[in-house]
């Protein structure tokens, strides 16, 4: 059973960096999957941040790019997720979640919320 | 990348049928056959329901079914129950490697 459980701070300042972890349990992270992060804002749709597979290999949206950065750590069966310069426009809950080579996400973690605010 | 194109809202009563449309363009929806469609409950995580235009997951009722056509992909409910009243969302693949995401649906169960 592939399950995915993000975990970070709920709270961040204006301008300072969102940095959260998805710890994966039931599955390898060293397999031919991407893993995801998604975000949806309160009340609003679900937006792609980036997915990255455990050889290293990125890719991001366009918008967000220049503030993401996402890591693997194969011995601890985890990824991260770091977004700096952030805004109240950065509010929202964030996933996790498996993702079929930049296709589909088949496995999601719960989602935490995370609140910029001073 | 703009977000995919679907309506806010739909609507039906319980035993109906009703179709969800995702409309993009040639550099995403149109050119490939990676549409996948997730739902939503309030509070919950997203669910995908179809993946590669028209193929359930394991687990996932044969009510659901999904097609394509040009640059729109559509989820199709068939025999509408009141469990399926949520938000549903399409994502394609894209030229730039990229995954886009439409707005989100609202399913009425009536």
């Known amino acids: 059973q592939v399950q995915l459980q993000e975990s970070g701070p709920g709270l961040v300042k204006p301008s300072e960096t969102l940095s959260l972890t998805c710890t994966v349990s039931?599955?390898?992270?060293?397999?031919?999957?991407?893993w995801g992060w998604i975000r949806q804002p309160p009340g609003k749709g679900l937006e792609w941040i980036g997915s990255i597979h455990h050889s290293g290999s990125t890719y991001f949206t366009p918008s967000l790019k220049s503030r993401v950065t996402i890591s693997v750590d194969t011995s601890k069966n985890q990824f991260s997720l770091k977004l700096s310069s952030v805004t109240a426009a950065d509010t929202a809950v964030y996933y996790c979640?498996?993702?079929?080579?930049?296709?589909?996400?088949?496995?999601w973690g719960q989602g935490t919320l995370v609140t910029v605010s001073s | 990348q703009s977000a995919l194109t679907q309506p806010a809202s739909v609507s039906g009563s319980p035993g109906q049928s009703i179709t969800i449309s995702c409309t993009g363009t040639?550099?995403?929806?149109?050119?490939?056959?990676?549409v996948s469609w997730s739902q939503q409950h309030p509070g919950k995580a997203p669910k995908l329901m179809i993946y590669?235009?028209?193929i359930r997951p394991s687990g996932v009722s044969n009510r659901f079914s999904g097609s394509k056509s040009g640059n729109t992909a559509s989820l199709t409910i068939s025999g509408l129950q009141a469990e399926d009243e949520a938000d549903y969302y399409c994502?394609?693949?894209?030229?730039?490697?990229?995954?886009?995401f439409g707005g989100g649906t609202k399913l009425t169960v009536l």
């Open positions: 994502s394609s693949y894209t030229t730039s490697s990229t995954v886009v």
């Open positions: 039931g599955f390898s992270i060293s397999s031919a999957y991407y």
């Open positions: 590669d235009v028209s």
């Open positions: 979640a498996r993702m079929f080579p930049i296709r589909h996400f088949d496995y």
């Open positions: 040639s550099s995403d929806v149109g050119g490939y056959n990676y």
